[in-house]
């Protein structure tokens, strides 16, 4: 899959719910209305769907949502997918979570062909977890955490950096995450969907903060690249990466491989931008058969736009998508 611009679509990102057991301030607003379970995919839509972009050339996949770990039986969803993995075409496997599933699950994630996960932890102080969260405890995140690590699964942390609310922390989570053996990559807030606060007053410039890391430690640049739009160091002083994601503070667009599926089979091209292409109502119109089924794929990758263009300012302080991040997946 090559859209116009050249880039080679290679990565999918499902969002496999929408819903979520906690609600953490820069992506949900407390009182969220989630979609009802009719027009949500099935965990064999969602497969078949899947199964199309490998067929076309779809060689990672990572299961996000809402939080994916709390959808039911959705570790028959990794285990289909698990086994396109290697001659059935798909080279990676993978999750972003939140964590308190984790403990139940390390193992049959690892056993279903996971090798790597994302966790959000955005503090590791349990009063602001609980507050960024607005009812999460630390524990089970924590927990979830060491349970990944003892199945042996490789665990990057994600953290959204936040002024006044965690940009204290980062030392010290540097410090953890060398200590635990985990890469570290820190996130800009993205303006997202209408959420109760004021996103200017949350935004923080990842820029500052690699200045101001680099006051106590070595960050070596590093030509490490997961085909995403993250930048990485190596911390010389504990041998762990770590990465940022700046979205607003550098444009990523030109390497961008990815394109963004939601649990109601919506696809997005561009995290950034409204366009979409309504894939259920294809894969659920019985006059269409496989081929009917990759041809609509490949329709919306020729329509894939160039980039985003998001602004977060005091004059615009509405959202650039009106969609929240727990729909398309982060
Ligand atoms: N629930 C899972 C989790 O939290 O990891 C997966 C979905 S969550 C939407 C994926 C990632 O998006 C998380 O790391 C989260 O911190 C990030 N995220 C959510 N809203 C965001 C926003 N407005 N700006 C930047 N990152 C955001
Ligand atoms: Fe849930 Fe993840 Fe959004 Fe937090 S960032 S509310 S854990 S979907």
């Not at 009182?31 to 009802?36: C, N, R, S």
């Not at 064999?44 to 067929?55: H, M, Q, S, V």
């Not at 696809?267 to 259920?280: A, E, F, I, P, V």
Request: charged content about 25%; hydrophobic content about 40%.
């Amino acid at each position: 899959m090559i859209d116009p611009f050249g880039r080679k679509v290679s990565y999918l990102r499902v969002s496999v719910t929408d819903r979520c057991d906690l609600r953490c301030v820069y992506c949900m607003a407390e009182d969220m209305t989630f979609l009802p379970k009719a027009e949500v995919l099935t965990l064999e839509e969602l497969d078949r769907l899947c199964g199309a972009f490998i067929a076309l050339g779809t060689e990672k996949i990572r299961l996000t949502g809402g939080e994916p770990l709390v959808r039911k039986n959705v570790i028959s969803l990794f285990r289909s997918l698990g086994a396109r993995l290697g001659e059935g075409g798909l080279k990676e496997l993978t999750v972003t979570t939140n964590g308190t599933q984790l403990a139940r699950m390390a193992e049959d994630l690892y056993a279903a062909g996971v090798r790597r996960i994302n966790v959000s932890l955005d503090s590791l102080d349990p009063a602001t977890f609980t507050a960024l969260t607005r009812w999460g405890k630390i524990g089970p995140t924590l927990d979830g955490i060491f349970a990944a690590k003892a199945a042996g699964l490789a665990v990057k942390i994600n953290a959204v950096a936040m002024k006044g609310v965690n940009e204290h922390e980062f030392d010290r989570m540097l410090v953890w995450c060398g200590e635990h053996g985990f890469d570290l990559c820190l996130i800009e807030t993205m303006p997202m969907g209408e959420i109760s606060d004021d996103r200017t007053d949350q935004y923080l410039p990842l820029s500052v903060v690699r200045s101001r890391l680099r006051e106590h430690w070595t960050l070596q640049e590093t030509d490490y690249k997961t085909g995403g739009p993250a930048r990485y160091y190596t911390v010389k002083e504990t041998g762990r990466r770590i990465g940022f994601i700046t979205p607003l503070t550098h444009n990523f667009c030109e390497s961008c491989n990815r394109v963004r599926l939601t649990c109601t089979g919506t696809l997005y091209m561009c995290l950034g931008q409204d366009d979409s292409s309504d894939l259920r109502r294809v894969l659920r119109d019985p006059k269409v058969d496989e081929a009917g089924l990759k041809e609509a794929i490949l329709e919306a990758i020729s329509r894939k736009p160039k980039g985003h263009d998001f602004v977060i300012d005091r004059r615009r302080n509405a959202p650039a998508v009106a969609r929240h991040m727990s729909v398309t997946g982060g």
